[in-house]
């Protein structure tokens, strides 16, 4: 059965789904109204739910849909992860709104796993713990919107704001360290990069402001482990920047 013309939502399953066909009544009041309200979907309807928590999609049969409950019919396992791109984490300066929520819509269909915004010394945008807050609901709903539209199998996590300081001593950080660095001598192009680690679990990349990095924070990265990694010879916005890695990525490792 084709399913790419089907609504597509993400939800957390109670329990894993092994026997097919299977009958769940989910008590999430979000998902039943963007189903009811915005999605306009109905009952026997066919639909394609989605347990980012497991990363497993299945093929479903909506049974019931209230205000705050929906009952569906699993009817069968339709997707789960392939294991062929590695975990990648983009640490990226605060830039302006709107080129903010592109970069995370965009890095979301291309597959990654969490979002770390950075206030380096020359980040013009400064975001505090309540301004993040308030911003992260709107940020998750954009994310949530591009990995139901792109048909991925989990919503990346977006993390709060840390200094460079902060991110280069962050032990809970496993893999290979990348900075995309405009210029310097001691580069290496991504590709070359990525080639000598074919086998790579995880990726971080750290991305830096309009302004660049000040050499204070050139030496903290360097101290920290990260090789230096140039994406050719153009200087690009760091939403660019970190398209053009991806997109890297994806080339190299994704296949």
Do not use: N
Not at 44 to 58: H, N, T
Not at 115 to 121: D, G, L, N, T, V
Not at 145 to 166: D, R
Not at 213 to 235: H, K, M, N, P
């Amino acid at each position: 059965m084709e399913t790419f013309h089907l609504k597509r939502f993400f939800v957390s399953l109670p329990v894993p789904v092994t026997d097919f066909p299977a009958q769940l009544t989910l008590e999430d009041e979000g998902v039943a109204h963007h189903l009811r309200s915005v999605m306009r979907a109905k009952v026997r309807e066919s639909v394609v739910l989605v347990d980012g928590q497991r990363r497993q999609a299945y093929l479903a049969t909506l049974q019931a849909l209230e205000k705050r409950t929906l009952t569906v019919q699993v009817e069968q396992l339709l997707a789960q992860p392939d294991g062929k791109l590695p975990v990648v984490t983009l640490a990226v300066a605060l830039i302006k709104e709107q080129r903010w929520d592109w970069l995370i819509q965009k890095a979301t269909e291309l597959g990654v796993e969490a979002i770390q915004p950075i206030a380096s010394e020359r980040t013009i945008i400064k975001l505090g713990e309540k301004d993040f807050c308030k911003k992260q609901e709107r940020w998750e709903a954009v994310m949530r919107s591009a990995a139901e539209q792109s048909e991925g199998l989990f919503i990346p996590a977006i993390l709060p704001p840390v200094s460079v300081k902060t991110l280069c001593h962050q032990g809970s950080i496993q893999g290979q360290r990348i900075l995309l660095a405009e210029r310097g001598g001691h580069r290496e192009t991504l590709q070359a990069i990525l080639r000598k680690h074919p086998s790579a679990q995880a990726l971080l990349f750290a991305i830096g402001p309009e302004g660049g990095w000040t050499d204070g924070e050139l030496s903290q990265f360097e101290q920290a482990g990260f090789v230096f990694a140039s994406l050719g010879q153009r200087i690009m916005r760091s939403e660019t920047a970190a398209m053009a890695a991806m997109a890297v990525v994806v080339y190299e490792l994704g296949h």
